[in-house]
């Protein structure tokens, strides 16, 4: 889990991924509080140079933001994952982050991944076939 905390001038914390290819990726996480002495307010956000995909607030009421969703993204294209100081401005804003980001086979692997699985079992059935011939022989 990666602490992050926003700066004294309002300035947010930013955690950014770079795609290194053309994919969809699966995305799951969660942002949690990390102060004990007074509950984290902080408000946390993930984007594309395009979209703002994700928005929540880490506040006395919930102190945690669970998340996953699926994005494509293009080689180079990144995804920023940051944390602002809410409406505490700044005390008591140590924030954690935990991210899984992984590329998620196109629809077209299953097709292939199946069509190489059925040929596979043919070679067995066929090999079983031609064994218990020759042995019965």
């Keep these: 889990m990666l602490l992050l905390h926003p700066g004294a001038d309002g300035q947010y914390a930013i955690v950014r991924f770079t795609a290194p290819a053309a994919?969809?990726?699966?995305?799951?996480?969660?942002?949690?509080?990390?102060d004990n002495q007074n509950r984290t307010t902080t408000d946390d956000h993930i984007f594309t140079p395009a979209d703002n995909l994700y928005a929540a607030s880490v506040n006395s009421s919930t102190y945690s933001h669970a998340f996953s969703f699926t994005r494509a993204l293009a080689a180079n294209e990144t995804l920023d994952f940051s944390v602002g100081y809410g409406p505490d401005n700044l005390y008591y804003d140590s924030t954690g982050l935990s991210a899984t980001i992984s590329p998620t086979?196109?629809?077209?692997?299953?097709?292939?991944?199946?069509?190489?699985?059925?040929?596979?079992?043919?070679?067995?059935?066929r090999r079983r076939n031609n064994s218990s011939s020759t042995t019965a022989a």
Excluded: D, N
């Design 23 to 34: 994919a969809t990726y699966s995305v799951s996480g969660i942002f949690i509080g990390l």
């Design 105 to 125: 086979p196109e629809p077209g692997f299953y097709g292939l991944m199946a069509l190489g699985l059925a040929g596979l079992g043919t070679v067995v059935i």
